[in-house]
């Protein structure tokens, strides 16, 4: 074998390495994108698509981008100055998160159009996936309406909450005044914008936001009936005479392997990568470490998902968790809420 041959072959298997270690071709559509699961997105893929911006808040570098009816979230990285119809080309790479979403690079601005058009959207489908990062249109009954916090990022943002069919939404709003403010209190509204999400550490929805760029998104379809700061004066002993609620939140199961007790308290079961607080007024045996299943109503406290009215049931299957080595940053982000963790 000659030294010209044995060179011709490393050159060829040198090639062959190369080609296999090319990076995959970028995803071009939302779609693409949208279709991922997390572990594919976890993968960082490249990214290069075009759509059309439909809420940008600079300041913390959210945007979210929407082609046909696939919108997604972006984690921006641009100096351009964007607004809601702007055209752009977005190259980047994919993030796992609630749902997979672009960390861009590289932003660039293509032109001006029209938003695409709002779908009229239901409580139970953005608490869910179905129209997370999308353009809705919600209708329901402010609740309560404050301006943000000023900082020196950002002086004229407001939130507000509305009561929808089906339970709340917070409304976060770019550009407000405080008497605009308070000509919502009780109003009925029709509020465009962008379907989103509050999360924990974990990347769990713990409730719904709709982002919006500006009270232009606001109509108010029916003005409040009575001015609330010309109500009666109610005693304080009697508030609780005038509440009223329709919950129709159904009961669900949950499984998974006991990390706490406190009889007549609270109860974490943990399975895998999940953990939930539970709360419930037992007093039955359970021991760390079993198996045990627990029924009850979900809901959200502080931002964090809770069982709630639950009964815990013990399987009597030892199946014991290893606790996580953690360090206090981890803690801190509240990547493991609710976790078995050692430090």
């Keep these: 074998m000659t030294k010209r041959f044995i060179a011709a072959v490393a050159v060829v298997l040198a090639s062959v390495a ?99 058009r709002p779908i009229r959207a239901k409580y139970e489908d953005l608490i869910g996936p179905r129209d997370d990062s999308e353009m809705v249109t919600v209708h329901g009954v402010v609740r309560a309406a404050n301006m943000d916090a000023p900082s020196a990022d950002y002086t004229a943002g407001a939130t507000f909450k509305m009561l929808i069919d089906g339970g709340t939404a917070d409304v976060e709003v770019d550009k407000a005044t405080q008497p605009e403010l308070e000509n919502l209190l009780d109003a009925e509204v029709a509020v465009t914008g962008v ?59 949950v499984s998974g392997v006991v990390t706490f007790y406190e009889p007549g308290s609270k109860v974490v079961l943990q399975n895998g990568e999940r953990s939930l607080w539970i709360t419930t007024r037992s007093f039955l045996p359970l021991h760390i470490g079993d198996r045990a299943d627990a029924t009850g109503f979900p809901t959200a406290n502080d931002g964090f998902l809770q069982l709630t009215a639950s009964e815990v049931r013990d399987n009597g299957v030892a199946a014991p968790v290893a606790p996580l080595i953690t360090t206090w940053q981890q803690l801190a982000s509240m990547q493991h809420i609710f976790d078995l963790v050692s430090m």
């Design 18 to 116: 190369a080609a296999g270690a090319a990076p995959p071709p970028p995803l071009t559509t939302l779609d693409s994108v949208r279709r991922l699961s997390n572990a594919e997105a976890a993968k960082g893929i490249p990214v290069a698509v075009q759509a059309t911006v439909t809420y940008f808040r600079s300041y913390r570098r959210n945007m979210f981008v929407q082609d046909g009816s696939t919108g997604v979230f972006v984690k921006a990285t641009t100096s351009v100055k964007l607004v809601p119809g702007d055209r752009v080309l977005i190259k980047g790479v994919t993030h796992e998160g609630y749902l997979p979403y672009v960390v861009s690079s590289d932003i660039t601005l293509l032109g001006h159009g029209a938003l695409p």
């Design 195 to 253: 379907g989103g999400g509050r999360f924990d550490g974990k990347a769990q929805k713990t409730g719904i936001v709709l982002h919006v760029s500006s009270l232009d998104e606001v109509t108010i379809v029916k003005r409040a009936a009575v001015d609330p700061w010309s109500l009666p004066i109610t005693p304080m002993n009697a508030i609780q005479e005038t509440y009223r609620v329709k919950d129709l939140t159904r009961r669900v199961r």
